[in-house]
């Protein structure tokens, strides 16, 4: 169980477009999800952290109007990075977890973007 | 705040050998540990999920321990393969918060 299932895995974009990274929990509903970046040979940077229905909230010095995250229901997120520039290439992962502390949090496969 | 040490950063072993991962975490007010491995590439792969009430978790040839007093955890990998070389990361859940601290983690080799 608990299986975060995260689309596309590799995507090349030209600069200036936007591109959109799926999130899904497959057999939980996730009342929160967050996504990383994470630069190569590097530790996980939480970018931000979004509720189910809510407003996403995001980490000092993330640019929320770049990167677009909706969390329109229990199972599925999405941000989309818009207006992509070479230095948004990166590794982007999410992860879910379910109301009350007793649960663990399951990671998406990760989708690298390359900007070019 | 919350940081989260682990040690050693990098670690080559022979096919065979029994090996500990460290975790170290500067505040005992956490609801759970987890350990994960991420290979080169990927995502994360959730290995052992600890409360904060258990002391140990096993799972086949791994198993996890929890001291939160002393603010410690350790990965005990036994008979250690070639198919275990990944990048160990250990990130503990701090009251009162949803989001994870995460360690630097440490990069596991098995040599054949």
């Known amino acids: 169980g608990a299986v975060v299932s995260q689309h596309p895995s590799r995507v090349i974009c030209k600069s200036g477009t936007s591109v959109k990274i799926e999130c899904r929990s497959l057999?939980?509903?996730?009342?929160?999800m967050f996504w990383y970046r994470q630069f190569p040979k590097q530790s996980l940077m939480l970018m931000a952290t979004?509720?189910?229905?809510?407003?996403?909230?995001?980490e000092q010095g993330v640019e929320k109007d770049k990167f677009l995250i909706n969390h329109a229901s229990l199972t599925l997120s999405t941000l989309t990075v818009t207006s992509a520039h070479p230095e948004d290439s990166s590794f982007y992962i999410c992860?879910?977890?379910?109301?009350?502390?007793?649960?663990?949090?399951?990671f998406g496969s990760g989708t690298r973007l390359t900007v070019v | 705040k919350q940081e989260v040490t682990q040690i050693p950063a990098a670690l080559s072993v022979p096919e065979g050998e029994n090996l500990v991962l460290n975790c170290s975490f500067t505040?005992?007010?956490?609801?759970?540990l987890q350990w994960f491995r991420q290979d080169p590439g990927k995502g994360l792969t959730s290995l052992l999920l600890?409360?904060?009430?258990?002391r140990e978790q096993t799972s086949g040839r791994l198993n996890a321990s929890l001291d939160k007093s002393s603010g410690r955890s350790t990965l005990y990998i036994a008979a250690s393969q070639p198919g275990d070389s990944a990048t160990y990361l250990c990130?503990?859940?701090?009251?009162?918060?949803?989001?994870?601290?995460f360690g630097k983690g440490t990069k596991l080799t098995v040599n054949p």
């Open positions: 600890i409360q904060s009430s258990q």
């Open positions: 990130a503990v859940r701090p009251g009162g918060s949803e989001k994870l601290v």
């Open positions: 992860s879910a977890t379910r109301t009350g502390a007793n649960y663990g949090y399951t």
């Open positions: 979004s509720n189910e229905g809510s407003k996403a909230t995001y």
């Open positions: 057999d939980f509903q996730a009342t929160t």
């Open positions: 505040d005992s007010a956490i609801y759970n």
